[in-house]
Nanobody, 130 residues
């Protein structure tokens, strides 16, 4: 069974930090690119970051550059999303996803179209509020 499970969300104050995890089972995660999406209340799902398999390059949309960082722990079959300097606008349910590509798409609306991705975790809630 192919499965992705997100964890690590919670409530933090503006400026705080969280580390989210995306744990894979049923496949070897380090062979494939993993894309992160988030969905704020009343908004469409937004892709914002990706880590590739072939060279472990990372990519981010402008609103999270310099604040979010992706990494892999291949021994644990897990991708981590470290988030710093969180803002209220970061409040959303966060998801990881894959379509078993080895490389990341362009950080664009077309490249991060959610329907392109077949496998998703259930999401973890991040709330940033004072």
């Amino acid at each position: 069974q192919v499965q992705l499970v997100e964890s690590g969300g919670g409530l933090v104050q503006p400026g705080g930090s969280l580390r989210l995890s995306c744990a894979a089972s049923g496949f070897t995660l380090d062979y494939y690119a993993i894309v992160w999406f988030r969905q704020a209340p009343g908004k469409e799902r937004e892709g914002f970051s990706c880590i590739s398999s072939s060279d472990e390059s990372t990519y981010y949309i402008d609103s999270v550059k310099g604040r979010f960082s992706l990494s892999r722990d291949n021994a644990k079959n897990t991708v981590y999303l470290q988030m710093y300097s969180l803002k209220p606008e970061d409040t959303a349910v966060y998801y990881c996803a894959t379509n078993f590509a080895q490389t990341c798409p362009d950080m664009s609306t077309a490249g991060l179209w959610p329907k392109y991705y077949d496998y998703w975790g259930q999401g973890t809630q991040v709330a940033v509020s004072s």
